[in-house]
């Protein structure tokens, strides 16, 4: 991380307080470029299905898994996460990944999140269900199965039963719950690539971010983008 700055400072929420409740954070991990209504209804309905207190959206610094390709600066990514979670009190933007020097890794955010939390805050890392299957390859995975419960989020449709038997498979012992969530058809690649087009995003992301992009020409845009 780059600096001193306080965790409290890079949006962490105040939680743990009671030492006689169980708080249920959760993390919502991803590049976010640009976060979309998918990233949003999967996070509100990990709140209602697992009894989650509040959502960290946590907009990846520098991507392990995609050096090979250009990302949007994190800045950006962080300011459009903000915008999109603003009207909501059960949601928090973070950039705890985003002020962190060199490359970003899952396990080492989760360990800083279990480092700053006492016990009685339990940590569920949620992602997509195509990650879920990957997981077991990231860097440091035993140690994320550790720190953190897994959430997948999957479409309609997805063939869960490849998931389940890759960590089924897998000498590490993961603790994970599935949510199968309509919106996620919906993917980052596909709202840059209507962007390119001059196409419409309304609806397929909040208005806010709509108009961060617009200013900012993100995604090869321009005043000619359809709001």
Same mark, same amino acid.
């Given at each position: 991380?780059?600096? &001193?700055?306080?965790?409290?400072?890079?949006?962490?929420?105040?939680?743990?307080?009671?030492?006689?409740?169980?708080?249920?954070?959760?993390?919502? #991990?991803? $590049?976010?470029?640009?976060?979309? &209504?998918?990233?949003?209804?999967?996070?509100?309905?990990?709140?209602?299905?697992?009894?989650?207190?509040?959502?960290?959206?946590?907009?990846?610094?520098?991507?392990? %898994?995609?050096?090979?390709?250009?990302?949007?600066?994190?800045?950006?990514? @962080?300011?459009? $996460?903000?915008?999109?979670?603003?009207?909501?009190?059960? %949601? =928090?933007? *973070?950039? +705890?990944?985003?002020?962190?020097? #060199?490359?970003?890794?899952?396990?080492? $955010?989760?360990?800083? +999140?279990?480092?700053?939390?006492?016990? &009685?805050?339990?940590?569920?890392?949620?992602?997509?269900?195509?990650?879920?299957?990957?997981?077991?390859?990231?860097?440091?995975?035993?140690?994320?199965?550790?720190?953190?419960?897994?959430?997948?989020?999957?479409?309609?449709?997805?063939?869960?039963?490849?998931?389940?038997?890759?960590?089924?498979?897998?000498?590490?012992?993961?603790?994970?719950?599935?949510?199968?969530?309509?919106?996620?058809?919906?993917? *980052?690649?596909? =709202?840059?690539?209507?962007?390119?087009?001059?196409? *419409?995003?309304? @609806?397929? $992301?909040?208005?806010?971010?709509?108009?961060?992009?617009?200013?900012?020409? +993100?995604?090869? *845009?321009?005043?000619?983008?359809?709001?």
């Amino acid at each position: 991380m780059s600096g &001193n700055v306080p965790l409290d400072e890079l949006g962490l929420p105040d939680l743990g307080s009671d030492p006689t409740h169980v708080y249920r954070m959760g993390v919502m #991990g991803g $590049t976010f470029d640009p976060i979309h &209504n998918g990233h949003l209804v999967a996070a509100q309905q990990a709140v209602g299905d697992l009894g989650l207190d509040v959502v960290l959206f946590m907009p990846a610094g520098r991507p392990a %898994f995609k050096q090979d390709r250009q990302v949007t600066r994190g800045e950006d990514r @962080y300011a459009m $996460t903000l915008l999109a979670t603003s009207d909501n009190p059960m %949601f =928090l933007a *973070s950039r +705890l990944e985003v002020d962190r020097e #060199g490359i970003t890794y899952t396990a080492d $955010t989760l360990q800083t +999140l279990r480092d700053h939390y006492p016990d &009685n805050v339990e940590i569920y890392f949620i992602t997509g269900a195509d990650a879920i299957i990957d997981i077991v390859t990231w860097h440091d995975a035993e140690r994320i199965a550790r720190l953190a419960k897994l959430v997948g989020a999957t479409r309609p449709g997805y063939d869960l039963g490849r998931a389940e038997r890759v960590l089924d498979s897998s000498p590490i012992d993961f603790d994970v719950r599935y949510l199968e969530v309509p919106a996620l058809a919906i993917s *980052s690649s596909y =709202l840059r690539r209507r962007v390119e087009r001059g196409q *419409s995003l309304r @609806y397929l $992301t909040p208005d806010s971010v709509i108009g961060f992009v617009r200013k900012h020409h +993100l995604y090869g *845009s321009g005043d000619e983008i359809v709001a």
